[in-house]
């Protein structure tokens, strides 16, 4: 089993960048697809960004690409989320999950293991 612990949340505004990191412990992390997602009040989850074990190839829908890019470092274990321009419409508490198969794909139920969340704010 893996634990995952998301930081990097807070409050910016409109077109300013964060970066938020999910931290890994209890098994090999590299044996692990990471997702990022987000839920806003009222809305569905959604993935705003995926990463396969192996070949780290990324994954973003339409809504973030060119502006979000995901990473990973299993050195440290621990998965990154750089977020650019950012618009208030990505106000959201932000979550990432884990799952051993090689990619867990664009929906929450490829994800077996997650974290609390970070509350990210963004302002106009």
């Known amino acids: 089993q893996v634990q995952l612990v998301e930081s990097g949340g807070g409050l910016v505004q409109a077109g300013e960048s964060l970066r938020l990191s999910c931290a890994a412990s209890?098994?090999?992390?590299?044996?692990?697809?990471v997702g990022w997602f987000r839920q806003a009040p009222g809305e569905e989850r959604e993935i705003v960004a995926a990463?396969?074990?192996?070949?780290?190839?990324?994954y973003y829908p339409d809504s973030v690409k060119g502006r979000f890019t995901i990473s990973r470092d299993n050195a440290k274990s621990t998965v990154f989320l750089q977020m650019n321009s950012l618009k208030p419409e990505d106000t959201a508490v932000y979550y990432c999950?884990?799952?051993?198969?090689?990619?867990?794909?664009?929906?929450?139920?490829?994800?077996?293991?997650w974290g609390q969340g970070t509350q990210v704010t963004v302002s106009s």
């Open positions: 209890g098994r090999t992390f590299s044996n692990y697809a």
């Open positions: 990463i396969r074990r192996g070949d780290s190839r990324p």
């Open positions: 999950a884990a799952t051993l198969k090689y990619y867990g794909g664009s929906y929450d139920a490829g994800y077996d293991y």
